[in-house]
């Protein structure tokens, strides 16, 4: 790790270009509020915290005696009664476009150095997202575009994240949801950046429509249930200018699909995380003016997401066996790999990677997930332990 | 609140009477670790948190140029698995005491300069519990037994905190599961202390008797499934000795009833305690081997559980109503009631006390706690603002 201090941050050259004192960035570097990123991308510097105006996963990187920056995802807020929100977030335009948001994980991808790079929300260079990256996306658009970036999801069943096979895709896919400028981050308006997505050919989020702000709840929840059926997860709602912040919704059926995954593996994601999609169920259900009958089917939905997974879980891990998260990834060249191994170790996830499978040109390698906090507590449990 | 200030503790006394170094005294007291009572009780200081061996919750006081200590509960751990836990903890004895977990509020009745004090889980003399404990309990114990505390459940419908009515009490009642010793905490072995319970004509906490340690999950099991059956809480299971500590285990029912007491006031209760109570859930099915059909049960009563009462909040305060807790205290002397909101005010309950009613020879004083928490949140929503 060591390897990693040979690159420096030129302190005084990144605090003119910050507008910061000097002091402050020397004291974001000692707090370890601003990151090195690794092998390859040490000049990449990363925020982990959102410092005055700059997003949390903010890269900044020394480009020819000065600075770029590629801001970070702006943090989109939830509507909880989606006819209030839209109303009281939207008022002052007179209609919303509104695109599907989808279930994978997000990166930005931006050239550097004349290369591409897919980076994490969280700021990190994801070797195995570059190479799709690499070869979903024509680099002329980074030639014709140094100044701007892409921003989107990677889904599909070859997602180590979150694999999703909702979406009739093979392998992973990289949908464009917005295109914003190095530096300020500022956006495209909606229109302008779905026409300049297909003239690069990019796939895209799926686009619903626009509608006037009056009576878009009622249009969204009707999409809303329509997506809910296929088990997509929701939408976000835009100013077609981009203006305002967007704001995004998500169905029933993806709340709960969310809580079967995390009550698999209970001990290892954060309290928070059940409960704030607990909560969207009981505004839903309000919102919806939901009968008895509509409730209780609401109220089973949610009692088997939870119970189901943990119990599956418990009883696996009560019978002697270890339970895991198995994905998969599929690469072109095999140390690509290697690579996202190491990475992943760095994140201190605890992953088991099989031997590749040659399929056609690349190579498919299943990862199991082992999640330890689970297996760990539930096997004392079993064992007598107390809580 | 400087008034307080008044009472000094003799930190060189002090320190000699808890074998610590002064500087680890002055340095609880500056940390606030270490607090001050209020008005009559001043001279009260208790522990706000587990420091060395000491109990969060302990109370330390000077007495006849010396100090006495009251120690706080010991915390007693929950069975995940019953049969598991039992084998595991009590594998040393060959049999172990089974008394009723009772749902009210914990509370340490004291002797403390020849008056009775009633103290709370956390360290405070509660007007009102010293109110009713001077008028359940006879001050003869403490005069013949100076050194003992005890340990017990306020339980019943005037309980401001947990108001129950399944115990067919009318009022409130103390029920002792323990006698300690002040200074050490030495609990009574188990018999001796029902002994003497009964010799004072104290209320205890009902007994379901001894078991040999080989089989006694399956008998807890059944008491388990007939206390969930008339609503109780669950039990506590003892080495009759009292050398090996406790261990606590409670019904489906009481989890259930919690959540739902929980999720009316969502915004209001920590995300651990809904987690706890779900997690709970898992681990019993598991071990009680359920069906697809009694599985399907229990996940639907989780679902309500959660969705009912926060669909209800949601609604009344949509439709413009502020929710409340609404609870009552039974009163002897109308200036306890008084005592009593300025204490729930020090204590951060935002709480609003009507005017007494006059039963019998006692006040009923109706108490609405306001969950402002989950008004506010709610009520924002409602308006449209962003989760």
């Not at 997506?227 to 200018?241: A, C, F, M, N």
């Given at each position: 790790?060591?390897?990693e201090?040979e690159?420096k941050?030129?302190i005084e050259l990144?605090?003119g270009?910050?507008?910061?004192?000097?002091?402050?960035?020397q004291?974001?570097l000692?707090k370890?509020?601003?990151?090195?990123?690794?092998d390859?991308?040490q000049h990449?510097?990363?925020?982990?915290k959102?410092?005055?105006k700059i997003?949390h996963?903010?890269?900044?990187?020394q480009k020819?005696?000065s600075?770029e920056?590629i801001?970070?995802?702006?943090?989109?807020?939830?509507a909880m009664l989606?006819?209030?929100?839209?109303?009281?977030?939207?008022?002052?335009?007179g209609?919303?476009v509104v695109?599907e948001?989808?279930?994978?994980?997000?990166v930005?991808?931006?050239?550097i150095?004349?290369?591409?790079a897919a980076i994490t929300r969280g700021g990190l260079?994801?070797?195995y997202?570059?190479?799709?990256?690499e070869?979903?996306i024509?680099?002329?658009?980074f030639?014709d575009?140094p100044?701007l970036?892409?921003f989107?999801?990677?889904?599909?069943?070859d997602?180590p994240y979150?694999p999703?096979?909702?979406y009739?895709?093979?392998?992973l896919?990289?949908?464009v949801f917005?295109?914003?400028?190095?530096?300020s981050?500022?956006?495209?308006?909606?229109?302008e950046?779905r026409?300049?997505a297909?003239?690069?050919?990019?796939?895209?989020?799926?686009l619903?429509?626009?509608?006037?702000?009056?009576?878009?709840?009622d249009?969204?929840a009707e999409?809303i249930?329509e997506?809910?059926?296929?088990?997509?997860?929701?939408?976000?709602?835009?100013?077609?200018?981009m203006v305002?912040?967007p704001i995004k919704?998500?169905c029933s059926?993806?709340?709960?699909?969310?809580l079967?995954h995390?009550f698999r593996?209970?001990?290892?994601?954060g309290r928070d995380y059940f409960?704030s999609?607990?909560?969207?169920e009981?505004?839903?259900?309000v919102e919806?003016?939901?009968n008895e009958s509509?409730?209780?089917?609401r109220?089973?939905?949610l009692?088997e997401?939870?119970?189901h997974?943990m119990v599956?879980s418990?009883?696996?891990i009560?019978?002697g066996?270890?339970?895991?998260?198995?994905?998969?990834?599929r690469?072109?060249?095999?140390?690509?790999?290697?690579r996202?191994?190491e990475?992943?170790?760095?994140l201190?996830?605890?992953?088991?990677f099989e031997a590749p499978?040659?399929?056609?040109?690349?190579?498919?390698?299943k990862?199991?997930?082992?999640n330890?906090s689970t297996n760990?507590?539930?096997?004392?449990?079993c064992k007598?332990?107390?809580?």
């Open positions: 790790m060591n390897v201090s690159v941050l030129d990144a605090a270009y910050l507008k910061m004192p000097q002091s402050r960035v004291g974001l000692n370890r509020l601003l990151l090195q990123n690794w390859d991308y990449l510097f990363r925020f982990d959102n410092i005055s997003e996963g903010s890269v900044l990187y020819d005696g600075f920056l801001r970070g995802f702006p943090k989109i807020q939830r989606l006819g209030s929100a839209i109303n009281d977030h939207f008022s002052k335009i209609s919303v695109e948001k989808m279930n994978g994980y997000n930005r991808v931006a050239g150095d004349g290369r591409i260079v994801c070797p997202s570059t190479e799709r990256a070869y979903l024509k680099p002329d658009f030639t575009h100044d970036i892409l989107g999801e990677m889904a599909g069943p997602n979150v999703k096979d909702i009739g895709i093979e392998s896919e990289f949908f917005d295109i914003r400028h190095k530096g981050g500022k956006p495209y308006p909606v229109y950046r026409k300049l297909e003239e690069y050919g990019f796939t895209q989020v799926r619903f429509g626009e509608f006037p702000t009056s009576h878009a709840a249009e969204i999409i249930r997506l809910g059926k296929i088990r997509h997860e929701g939408v976000v709602i835009k100013d077609p200018q305002l912040h919704y998500t059926q993806s709340n709960c699909a969310d079967r995390a593996y209970y001990n290892d994601y409960f999609r607990v909560v969207r009981g505004f839903q259900s919806w003016d939901e509509e409730l209780q089917k109220c089973l939905q009692g997401s939870i119970l997974p599956d418990i009883r696996q009560k019978d066996k270890r339970i895991s998260d198995d994905v998969q990834i690469v072109r060249d095999i140390a690509v790999a290697s996202f191994e990475y992943l170790r760095r201190g996830v605890d992953a088991v499978q040659q399929v056609g040109d690349e190579y498919l390698v990862i199991r997930k082992l330890q760990d507590k539930t096997e004392s449990m007598g332990e107390l809580w």
